[in-house]
DNA sequence: AACAATTCTGAAATCGATTTCAACTCAGAT
DNA sequence: ATCTGAGTTGAAATCGATTTCAGAATTGTT
């Protein structure tokens, strides 16, 4: 593997000339410029990016840290930065926390040890006075959800907003008992999803039952569990707002084959807009989240921070959500 | 940030020392080990990867090609992978090259400037010749498709087994006229599932239609477009083997709408197994890829050769499909 | 022709670790 | 008392780049 040394030596000039050539300084002769370029072509030369990286102190790797890859919503939007990010040479790395507060230090202290440049949360465990102290090793910031009284960027989406639409939906279709699923997370902006829901609910002077609450609603296996609860209960809802389009999607096949008549007998509100909502039978209605655009915007965010080595600033960008209606509703 | 220079410096000794310490060599009195560790508790002293990796000229990333992790297949793996590669410390970089060459050899220039210490091929457009130059530069190898000629370790799937059994499956439905459903790539083993396919045909002395192999079958969209091109044929096939549960939902999702009742007008198979398949109306009939195992296994030995810095061995490991038989066929 | 300003170049320092090598200490053997 | 060998330590070299600084070459100005 040809060093910075051999180009040098080849080209009968000095590394920091090569250096130049390499990084397009000015007061470079074009006939020695030529020469370097030259011999790098010759030995196929190509900088060590470690090297560099020790030597100007920049980064150019960035962890992005969501529960599971296996989880759509968070492939696609690790899909969307992975495009930006390849565009201008930076590295994605996976960091998969499985939804732990341990997992999600562990990565975090990737920053302290330089294995990354910045961290991105796309989902979070930890409140932010366990993650601030971080701040000093690199650029932290936050995509899709975020703890309480966060001090660093954040990109997300405006959650109220969706719990109340989603909310608002079901009730304007008549619906007077609505259960609502969601995640574990302690925080994030679910909260904000929630707080949307008792809004809708209040404006229609609806109370809120508790017993028609489930949480750790992640997946299909997920949905069907909940459909069981559910329809065990005297007081049945007859519709309800889950927290994913995977949960409304195991939700349905379940009640299909328990002879529960979607939309009659049980609405089922999806959220995410993900394809294959628009396959179902019936099709779910669903709360449409730019996904995509988050993360788009996030990456940006982090790349720029990282290349001007600045510090990032407290500001909160907000992407809207809205409604799709389909037939589960 | 603290440095090895300043741990040095608190504790009163050489760097040297300090280094013997982290790595845990012998011939440290425990005097001036406790008195290290002390100060590097102190300082809250953690290595810079960087400069290790500089020194030592060893690599803690992996590279994982991949035509994009939106597709569940691919996500599945990484995420299979990111699990073990995280146990030992290791980390992932994704790699999402579209299907195109050209960015598949983008990611493989990754290898000469060290920004990443191994690659892993989960798909793959390039042949062997082009990618084979890259070999020096650190190890690369295959999980899941490869290319012919390939001189790499490769770990991948009974793909001859799965076209196989996938096509008997029909045949002994009874179905003569069988479609066959690929993705693009001109290479991989998928050529493989198509020589199963063709052997079940052949075992039963029937023909193979050219008019019934549709290409470029990747995601759900394409289901749907192979669904409407294999309705408007005069000879209509009464069977299709599909490249992926995607598409074979795309294409179940297109049929319900028309009026096309599967499996008696138009029976399905899909591939890969999914939790998707099973939640579908009819449930998909499918061949389950044990995609965590291959991609287990992969992670596993590129870990070894980046370990021992040893030579990676051309041995090829085969992994088995079977069948799950639902109610799409 | 003398001087200043600009352009160009390379030696050496630097980033933060690991590793080599020489030297030094201290038992135990002769 | 001397020698040997194992244990222990630090100075200096090293990995492969970038950057500083000083000096040389060239150009422009009076």
Redesign the pocket.
């Known amino acids: 593997?040809?060093?910075?040394?051999d180009v040098a030596r080849l080209a009968?000039?000095?590394?920091?000339?090569?250096?130049?050539v390499?990084?397009n300084h000015?007061?470079?002769?074009e006939?020695?410029r030529k020469s370097v370029q030259q011999a790098m072509e010759q030995l196929g030369?190509?900088?060590?990016s470690?090297?560099?990286q020790?030597?100007?102190?920049t980064h150019e790797t960035i962890g992005v840290l969501i529960p599971r890859l296996s989880n759509p919503f968070f492939s696609k939007l690790v899909d969307a930065m992975e495009n930006i990010a390849a565009e201008v040479g930076f590295q994605l790395i996976v960091c998969q926390t499985k939804s732990q507060k341990e997992r999600e230090l562990l990565y975090l202290n990737w920053l302290k040890t330089r294995q990354v440049g910045g961290i991105i949360f796309a989902s979070t465990e930890n409140e932010w006075d366990v993650i601030k102290p971080y701040k000093e090793f690199g650029p932290i910031m936050f995509c899709n959800e975020y703890p309480p009284h966060t001090e660093a960027p954040i990109v997300c989406l405006d959650q109220l907003k969706g719990g109340y639409i989603g909310t608002k939906h079901l009730l304007e279709r008549g619906h007077k008992k609505i259960a609502y699923c969601y995640a574990g997370s302690q925080f994030t902006n679910i909260r904000e999803r929630y707080a949307g829901y008792k809004k809708a609910l209040d404006e229609y002077g609806l109370p809120l039952n508790e017993r028609w609450m489930f949480k750790d609603a992640y997946d299909t296996r997920d949905g069907k569990r909940i459909y069981h609860a559910l329809m065990q209960q005297a007081d049945r809802p007859t519709a309800v707002f889950t927290s994913s389009d995977e949960v409304a999607l195991g939700m349905i096949a379940e009640a299909k084959r328990n002879g529960t008549a979607v939309p009659d007998d049980l609405a089922i509100l999806g959220f995410d807009d993900q394809p294959i909502a628009e396959l179902m039978d019936p099709a779910i209605s669903t709360v449409y989240q730019p996904v995509e655009q988050i993360g788009i915007t996030a990456i940006r965010m982090m790349i720029r921070f990282l290349r001007n080595q600045s510090v990032p600033v407290n500001e909160i960008t907000e992407l809207p959500l809205h409604l799709v209606v389909r037939h589960s509703t």
């Open positions: 593997m040809a060093t910075i040394e009968g000039l000095s590394r920091a000339t090569v250096s130049r390499i990084n000015p007061y470079v002769t006939e020695k030369y190509v900088p060590n470690i090297a560099r020790l030597r100007t102190q």
